[in-house]
């Protein structure tokens, strides 16, 4: 049994572009589709569906490579982890590798981007970071 899904979605997402997999897939959770949404209005990410299968769910994330080949994802990391929470204030998260990378945090409102948060005035805990 996995006990943290996060961790386990963000190294597939990882392991998968270090591969140059076309796609990949993810176990499904609300949070997880919230995180590969982000994703992909960020464009990190070509697209991705769920997909049900005899009442198990997965998320089939297609990545997004650029003219060279490349992944568009730099780096890819998971910030707070089960053992230890990181909190940050809306001022805290306002940018990330002036502005070109991005912090997704769990709010009281749902699952954000940095600037979509610092644009509420909430901050929250930081689940991952991606540029």
């Known amino acids: 049994m996995i006990n943290d899904l996060i961790s386990d979605s963000i190294t597939r997402i990882r392991n998968a572009a ?9 176990l499904h ?3 997880i589709e919230s995180l ?5 209005t960020k464009g990190y990410i070509e697209d991705y569906n769920v997909i049900e299968d005899n009442k198990k ?11 060279k080949g490349r992944s568009v994802i730099n780096e890819i990391k998971r910030v707070s982890k089960p053992g230890r929470r990181i909190y940050r204030g809306k001022e805290d998260i306002k ?19 940095n600037d979509v948060a610092y644009k ?5 805990e930081v689940l991952c970071t991606i540029w």
């Open 18 to 26: 270090l591969r140059r997999l076309d796609n990949t897939q993810l």
């Open 29 to 31: 959770s609300r949070v």
């Open 36 to 40: 590969v949404e982000i994703f992909k």
């Open 57 to 67: 769910k997965f998320i089939n994330v297609v990545l997004k490579y650029d003219e």
């Open 95 to 113: 940018r990330f590798k002036n502005g070109y990378g991005t912090i997704v945090v769990s709010t009281s409102k749902g699952v954000l981007s």
């Open 120 to 124: 509420e005035g909430i901050g929250g």
